[in-house]
């Protein structure tokens, strides 16, 4: 039976809505169990909080959900990956034997080299400096390097 409405006078109005159609599609669609297999059922839905980004909170839950990331964050995770293949390295390097650490010396030069640009293009992206890294000093690298060989 289509609802009844009034007008602005107070007669009644009787006519068919989107509501009740709308609203018998969701009781169909619940009776034939389309909504059993959803996440977060019987749970409360997660709240996102995008407060902080302000006018750009369409875009980055646009990109959140399209699995990307802003370009200077897709950087930083690189940047961040480069940083760990270091520490590797330096994990490495505790175990190493004389005559490999010529080799390490020259893989760890070019990798601090190639940690440094991927933080020179997190730095030029980034919308503020406080997203900025800071580069890393080659002198205090090869240092660091140094210490972690056995005996050192």
């Known amino acids: 039976m ?25 009781r169909e669609a619940m ?14 839905l997660p709240i996102e ?35 760990a293949r270091l520490d590797g390295l330096l994990e490495r390097a505790a175990g190493a034997a004389d005559h490999r650490r010529d080799r390490l010396r020259r893989e760890h030069a070019a990798l601090v080299l190639e940690v440094n640009r991927a933080i020179e293009r997190v730095n030029a992206e980034a919308p ?10 080659p002198g205090e690298a090869r240092d660091r390097l140094e210490r972690a060989f056995p005996g050192a």
């Open 2 to 26: 289509p609802p009844i409405r009034r007008d602005a006078v107070g007669r009644p109005q009787i006519a068919h809505s989107w509501e009740s159609l709308v609203e018998r599609q969701i």
């Open 31 to 44: 009776e034939g169990g389309a909504f059993e297999d959803l996440p977060h059922q019987g749970e409360r």
């Open 49 to 83: 909080d995008d407060t902080a980004a302000g006018d750009w909170a369409m875009a980055h839950r646009m990109l959140r959900n399209a699995g990307v990331a802003p370009p200077w964050i897709e950087s930083d995770k690189e940047a961040r990956r480069l940083l």
């Open 128 to 137: 503020t400096d406080r997203q900025h890294r800071r580069l890393l000093d």
